[in-house]
């Protein structure tokens, strides 16, 4: 009887360490990417302007670091999200797939609208002119935002019918 016991609390708890794992995957993801954006479009360096504009070859590398937050912060949100789904167990499984489903997509489009404005306002600190691959990564995130608020209006409409079944 011990033995199992023991075991359920250190089931409980590698799952508790997973969460918190995958959570500050995700949310350190989404803050370096902010981060380097924000110094690339702004041209900082530190707390001051930068001396000179970015080459090309640095605005790429730039880009390639922040896509790897983005995959990062990609990652952490679905294992923790996936660790939170599974916890609560497989009962109402369809419902709560969907309801976990509109969440994400909300959040994610919400990521991606802050992105946007985010590397918008930035450009109007810049000293020189603003690179434009940055312009195609806020175009990319708007266009993103867009399809994720068209999903989420079709989950959300998924969602209303499926309560209004089991009601």
Same mark, same amino acid.
């Given at each position: #009887?011990?033995?199992?016991?023991?075991?359920?609390?250190?089931?409980?708890?590698?799952? *508790?360490?997973?969460? +918190?794992?995958?959570? #500050?995957?995700?949310?350190?993801? *989404?803050?370096? +990417?902010?981060? *380097?954006?924000?110094?690339?479009?702004?041209?900082?360096?530190?707390?001051?302007? &930068?001396?000179?504009?970015? @080459?090309? =070859? &640095?605005?790429?590398?730039?880009?390639?670091?922040?896509?790897?937050?983005? &995959? +990062?912060?990609?990652?952490?949100?679905?294992?923790?999200? @996936?660790?939170?789904?599974? $916890?609560?167990?497989?009962? /109402?499984?369809? $419902?709560?797939?969907?309801?976990?489903?509109?969440?994400?997509?909300?959040?994610?489009?919400? @990521?991606?609208?802050?992105?946007? *404005?985010?590397?918008?306002?930035? @450009?109007?600190?810049?000293?020189? =002119?603003?690179?434009?691959?940055?312009?195609?990564?806020?175009?990319?995130?708007?266009?993103? !935002?867009?399809? !994720?608020?068209?999903? +989420? =209006?079709?989950?959300? %409409?998924?969602? #209303?019918?499926?309560?209004? %079944? /089991?009601?």
């Amino acid at each position: #009887m011990f033995i199992r016991v023991l075991v359920v609390k250190i089931a409980k708890l590698v799952v *508790l360490l997973l969460r +918190a794992l995958s959570y #500050m995957i995700w949310v350190s993801g *989404l803050f370096g +990417a902010a981060m *380097l954006l924000l110094q690339g479009v702004a041209q900082l360096e530190g707390e001051g302007l &930068a001396k000179v504009p970015e @080459t090309k =070859e &640095a605005v790429r590398g730039r880009l390639i670091i922040v896509s790897i937050f983005f &995959a +990062a912060a990609l990652s952490g949100w679905f294992i923790h999200q @996936t660790i939170r789904f599974l $916890s609560h167990g497989l009962r /109402d499984f369809r $419902s709560r797939l969907l309801q976990a489903s509109f969440y994400g997509v909300v959040f994610w489009a919400g @990521t991606c609208l802050f992105f946007c *404005l985010l590397i918008q306002s930035a @450009t109007f600190q810049a000293r020189w =002119e603003v690179p434009r691959s940055y312009y195609w990564v806020a175009g990319g995130a708007g266009v993103c !935002l867009l399809i !994720l608020v068209v999903a +989420a =209006e079709l989950l959300h %409409r998924r969602l #209303m019918l499926h309560a209004q %079944r /089991d009601a």
